[in-house]
């Protein structure tokens, strides 16, 4: 057995961070799902208001197919310099929403109803991808300021239809790309990360595995990238506005009290937990909780507290 070791520093007395992508599949029949996204996130966002936390909310499409300013401004004519994998926003002054920006609620709604122009093979996860490249993050970057080393990296996909490859590469090297860019973007104090899929999970599989370019309801890879990300996953036909809610409560919790272990423990009974040194025991009241559907860590009761402007160690057999 190999014992790993993660490490997370806890800021004292600041708001914890979280950063939210919504991937929204921008072609076929979304527009009833990008509404029901749309008229949902007051009671979405409403969490994080009365839990205190420091967010910033962006859109992004399933679109990847191309690069040219053009046709971006063909699909998304209202939208402020729409491009692959780069935050879609019709608000010059807001690439992203934060806790300070006016008419949050608003804006989130005309923002997330991104039309159905969009390129027929949805590519979520290869959209995240994008978006996270250093081009579009670094300083002048569109993107630039909207992921934080300090944060929870939320990612959500919600999509009608699976998620297309078609230059050979497996889900399990897509997400083990997905996997290695957020761990490059997190710092040492960063809550780690989170994915939600909102897609077809109980559209009947197919007897037959449908040829690359063709239509594919059934997520399969998402499906599978799920399962390799430890993510729940939601139906998108049916409406999910409950479920919405479930994801922020989860976002919630994780962004307070958790953290996310960079690998998954071969014997549970293996972790070790440590604050500044001192062991902290398996306790639900006053220790940690160790939660297997997301591999994460949470503190409660005086392990919390006591964790805040300290180092918080996690080793465990792999």
Avoid at 263 to 279: D, N
């Amino acid at each position: 057995m190999v014992l790993n070791q993660d490490q997370f520093s806890v800021a004292a007395a600041t708001a914890p961070k979280i950063d939210v992508l919504f991937c929204i599949d921008n072609s076929g029949s979304m527009s009833d799902n990008q509404r029901i996204l749309a008229e949902s996130f007051s009671g979405f966002i409403n969490g994080f208001q009365n839990a205190g936390l420091d967010f910033h909310i962006g859109i992004i499409t399933s679109d990847v197919d191309n690069t040219i300013a053009s046709y971006w401004r063909g699909k998304l004519p209202d939208y402020q310099s729409p491009n692959r994998g780069l935050l879609l926003t019709r608000y010059s002054s807001d690439r992203f929403l934060t806790q300070d920006s006016s008419g949050l609620v608003s804006k989130f709604e005309d923002n997330a109803l991104v039309g159905t122009k969009g390129s027929g093979r949805e590519q979520c996860l290869n959209s995240f991808l994008y978006a996270m490249e250093d081009s579009a993050i670094r300083a002048g970057g569109w993107n630039h300021g909207f992921f934080r080393e300090d944060s929870l990296l939320s990612f959500v996909v919600v999509s009608d239809e699976n998620e297309d490859i078609q230059n050979g590469e497996t889900i399990e090297a897509r997400v083990d790309r997905l996997k290695a860019r957020v761990a490059a973007l997190n710092g040492s104090a960063s809550r780690g990360s989170r994915f939600d899929f909102i897609i077809n999970k109980n559209y009947p599989a197919p007897a037959s595995t449908p040829a690359p370019g063709q239509i594919q309801y059934y997520p399969a890879r998402y499906l599978k990238a799920a399962e390799i990300l430890n993510a729940q996953t939601f139906d998108i036909a049916r409406n999910f506005s409950s479920d919405l809610l479930t994801i922020s409560n989860g976002m919630v919790q994780q962004a307070t009290r958790e953290f996310t272990l960079s690998k998954r423990p071969s014997s549970v009974s293996s972790i070790v937990v440590k604050i500044e040194g001192q062991e902290i025991p398996a306790d639900a009241i006053n220790g940690y909780v160790y939660h297997s559907d997301r591999n994460t860590i949470e503190l409660v009761g005086s392990a919390a507290a006591m964790a805040e402007g300290h180092q918080v160690e996690v080793s465990y057999q792999i």
